[in-house]
């Protein structure tokens, strides 16, 4: 069983168009994240969910719009994609001050 | 702020040790340290928690010094498999943000 399981694992899309990525952990955690990893390979954080409530927002430009429908469940929904959105989208989950699993990554590419 | 981590990049010959420093501007709770091999996703190694407590990994092992917001992660006797990004990722106060620092590019090679 994947305990953080993403999807998709490939988004190829054309500027300006609407997408989501979708995340599911089957751990328990009440924890969850999403993390942006560019090119440069930095590892940045987006948003932080615990219990269905969001905790941090990391300057993510409004067309970014996390849902929670559930403490197991995180979801990304993506407005008017931009050239610069093309990157990795990991998700991640974690309990307490315990170790965090990350999905598989999610690679977004916008043409 | 994003921690700091140094050296960005490291070659090394198989059996050679290594050590890659995490530094933050801010108080630490805990530091955790991941691996990431080229197309996959993070993989943890280890977890240092403000009062001594450790736990991860067998062959590695790594320091928290608190007053210093400091880590290091040692790895001894390297191995082809250590190859990868190293990240430290760091918990100040609230276990809701985990932090990741720049990461360090390791190489083994024969």
């Known amino acids: 069983d994947t305990a953080v399981s993403q999807t998709p694992k490939y988004l190829v899309t054309q500027m300006g168009n609407d997408k989501s990525i979708k995340c599911e952990q089957n751990?328990?955690?009440?924890?969850m994240y999403w993390y942006k990893q560019d090119s440069k390979k930095f590892l940045k954080i987006m948003f932080s969910?615990?219990?269905?409530?969001?905790?941090i927002n990391e300057t993510v430009p409004n067309r970014f719009s996390p849902k929670s429908p559930d403490k197991a469940h995180l979801n990304l929904h993506i407005n008017s994609l931009e050239l610069g959105d093309s990157a990795v989208y990991f998700c991640?989950?974690?309990?307490?001050?315990?170790?965090?699993?990350f999905g598989q990554g999610t690679r977004l590419t916008v043409v | 702020q994003q921690p700091v981590q140094s050296p960005q990049a490291v070659i090394l010959r198989e059996g050679e040790d290594a050590v890659i420093n995490c530094s933050s501007s801010?108080?630490?709770?805990?530091v955790h340290w991941y691996r990431q091999k080229h197309g996959e996703a993070p993989v943890f190694l280890m977890i240092?928690?403000?009062?001594?407590e450790q736990k991860g990994h067998e062959k590695i092992s790594a320091s928290f010094n608190e007053k210093k917001q400091q880590s290091s992660l040692y790895l001894t006797a390297s191995q082809l498999s250590y190859s990868g990004t190293y990240f430290c990722?760091?918990?100040?106060?609230?276990?809701?943000?985990?932090?990741f620092g720049t990461g360090t590019r390791l190489q083994v090679t024969l």
């Open positions: 991640a989950s974690k309990g307490g001050r315990a170790e965090a699993f």
């Open positions: 751990l328990g955690h009440d924890t």
């Open positions: 969910y615990n219990n269905k409530e969001l905790i």
């Open positions: 801010k108080a630490l709770y805990s």
């Open positions: 240092l928690l403000k009062g001594g």
């Open positions: 990722g760091t918990e100040a106060g609230t276990a809701s943000k985990l932090t």
